[in-house]
């Protein structure tokens, strides 16, 4: 229940608002209005931006840390990518020096290892299916 | 899509609307700004009052977020620049009898050292006449913080005019 103190508060008048500012505030309102209406899309990054930070806002640091992350994963493996070209150049013609070299060698290779390879090829020979019977007497009289 | 109408909204809310922000801001500048700003908040979205129940209430929650937004980032160094205005605008409309117009003048710088939080409640139930539920809808703060915040606004006014009041009475 309002005591008289109250009531005499509640009686005061208030001061009245400014009759210029009515078409002042309505214009700039109005300016608005118009604008958002021209251009819808006009204002389309900001919203991005602001809806982004919304987003990030909770750990911006953990945020920043994991995009710094991905940067170097990108820009190791965009510089391992421009490497790659290089490395199958290099291993693409040999001179023909190696060539000559590599050829004497296969060539020493085959002397040295030429009877034991042959040996092995006619025992895989003598080794083709037959009957038990006949392979057993063969290794006998060897 | 067509927006609220702004003309109607004005006319129908500047009033109490100026006063609540003035009673708060207590700076003729920092009101005009604002009340800009929810008009032009009005017009950049349309659809704000869509399925709003009580427009006053809902326009008043606007302002009152924004003039507390204008506040803290004022902050403290804007303190001594509020009481010179306090004492400079008074939230009363002038009179030409002077007792009543010692007592507005009084009355409007015993409410500009509230607490704005005080003061808002304050403001919406001696002139707007709301109720605490009303209020707490309002400002989005229980209807006990309302009825709480509304006795000490009011023990301290009337401590402070207590002298004045006897005198005119």
Same mark, same amino acid.
């Given at each position: 229940?309002?005591?008289?103190?109250?009531?005499?508060?509640?009686?005061?008048?208030?001061?009245?608002?400014?009759?210029?500012?009515?078409?002042?505030?309505?214009?700039?309102?109005?300016?608005?209005?118009?604008?958002? /209406?021209?251009?819808?899309?006009?204002?389309? @990054?900001?919203?991005?931006?602001?809806?982004?930070?919304?987003?990030?806002? @909770?750990?911006?640091?953990?945020?920043?840390?994991?995009?710094?992350?991905?940067?170097?994963?990108?820009?190791?493996?965009? /510089?391992?990518?421009?490497?790659?070209?290089?490395?199958?150049?290099?291993?693409?013609?040999?001179?023909?020096?190696?060539?000559?070299?590599?050829?004497?060698?296969?060539?020493?290779?085959?002397?040295?290892?030429?009877?034991?390879?042959?040996?092995?090829?006619?025992?895989?020979?003598?080794?083709?299916?037959?009957?038990? /019977?006949?392979?057993?007497?063969?290794?006998?009289?060897? | 899509?067509?927006?609220?109408?702004?003309?109607?909204?004005?006319?129908?809310?500047?009033?109490? *609307?100026?006063?609540?922000?003035?009673?708060?801001?207590?700076?003729?500048?920092?009101?005009?700004?604002?009340?800009?700003?929810?008009?032009?908040? *009005?017009?950049?979205?349309?659809? *704000?009052?869509?399925?709003?129940?009580?427009?006053?209430?809902?326009?008043?929650?606007?302002?009152?977020?924004?003039?507390?937004? *204008?506040?803290?980032?004022?902050?403290?160094?804007?303190?001594?620049?509020?009481?010179?205005?306090?004492?400079?605008?008074?939230?009363?409309?002038?009179?030409?009898?002077?007792?009543?117009?010692?007592?507005?003048?009084?009355?409007?710088?015993?409410?500009?050292?509230?607490?704005?939080?005080?003061?808002?409640?304050?403001?919406?139930?001696?002139?707007?006449?709301?109720?605490?539920?009303?209020?707490?809808?309002?400002?989005?703060?229980?209807?006990?913080?309302?009825?709480?915040?509304?006795?000490?606004?009011?023990?301290?006014?009337?401590?402070?005019?207590?002298?004045?009041?006897?005198?005119?009475?």
């Amino acid at each position: 229940m309002n005591d008289d103190f109250e009531q005499r508060l509640q009686r005061q008048p208030l001061r009245q608002v400014p009759a210029e500012w009515r078409e002042e505030i309505l214009a700039a309102a109005g300016r608005v209005s118009k604008v958002e /209406s021209r251009e819808p899309m006009a204002h389309w @990054p900001s919203t991005v931006v602001t809806r982004l930070l919304a987003l990030l806002w @909770p750990n911006p640091q953990a945020w920043a840390g994991l995009a710094a992350v991905w940067i170097l994963i990108l820009t190791v493996d965009f /510089s391992m990518r421009d490497k790659l070209p290089v490395m199958a150049e290099k291993s693409a013609p040999p001179p023909p020096e190696v060539i000559v070299e590599l050829k004497q060698q296969q060539r020493l290779l085959v002397e040295l290892m030429g009877p034991r390879d042959t040996r092995d090829a006619d025992r895989s020979k003598s080794l083709a299916p037959r009957p038990r /019977s006949e392979l057993d007497i063969e290794i006998l009289t060897a | 899509m067509r927006g609220p109408d702004l003309r109607r909204l004005y006319d129908e809310h500047a009033q109490p *609307l100026y006063a609540f922000i003035l009673n708060l801001t207590r700076n003729e500048a920092d009101t005009r700004d604002l009340f800009q700003e929810v008009f032009v908040k *009005l017009a950049r979205n349309p659809d *704000l009052l869509a399925g709003v129940r009580s427009e006053r209430a809902f326009l008043i929650r606007l302002a009152h977020n924004a003039a507390i937004d *204008l506040m803290r980032r004022h902050g403290t160094r804007d303190k001594t620049r509020e009481q010179f205005a306090a004492e400079k605008i008074s939230l009363f409309a002038p009179t030409n009898e002077p007792d009543e117009e010692l007592f507005r003048a009084e009355l409007s710088v015993a409410l500009a050292e509230l607490p704005a939080e005080q003061r808002a409640v304050m403001h919406l139930k001696l002139w707007e006449g709301l109720t605490f539920e009303q209020i707490a809808a309002t400002l989005e703060i229980p209807p006990n913080t309302a009825a709480s915040r509304y006795r000490y606004g009011l023990d301290k006014l009337r401590n402070r005019l207590r002298l004045l009041y006897e005198e005119i009475k």
